[in-house]
Nanobody, 129 residues
Framework: QVQLVESGGGLVQAGGSLTLSCATSGRSFSRYAMAWFRQAPAKKREFVAAMRWDGSSTYYADSVKGRFTISRDNAKNTVYLRMNSLKPEDAAVYYC??????????????????????WGQGTQVTVSS
């Protein structure tokens, strides 16, 4: 059983930074694609960032490009989301997701929630204006 546990959420002022962490269990982490999604109240869950299992490619939503950075430490079975220049509209519950991807899956797959097999419980990010 693979478990994903997010941490690092909290309250931050607009313009500030946070780093989210997602610790995973299981021996297959290094072979998993990993991603972050978020969901604000009364809104659908949306893609934020993703990374291929080998780190060869990263993908970002346009709304966070240039401000957020996804990274992974396979030795620690952990994926991170560094969030800079936070805006009130970034406030949401942030979810870590992971799982195997077909080697031929293109970028669209990495932005699609249903392509990820494992999910964390989420961590709240609040941005004050």
């Amino acid at each position: 059983q693979v478990q994903l546990v997010e941490s690092g959420g909290g309250l931050v002022q607009a313009g500030g930074s946070l780093t989210l962490s997602c610790a995973t269990s299981g021996r297959s982490f290094s072979r998993y694609a990993m991603a972050w999604f978020r969901q604000a109240p009364a809104k659908k869950r949306e893609f934020v960032a993703a990374m291929r299992w080998d780190g060869s490619s990263t993908y970002y939503a346009d709304s966070v490009k240039g401000r957020f950075t996804i990274s992974r430490d396979n030795a620690k079975n952990t994926v991170y989301l560094r969030m800079n220049s936070l805006k009130p509209e970034d406030a949401a519950v942030y979810y870590c997701a992971g799982g195997p991807m077909d080697p031929f899956d293109g970028s669209v797959s990495y932005t699609t929630a249903t392509k990820f097999r494992y999910w964390g419980q989420g961590t709240q990010v609040t941005v004050s204006s």
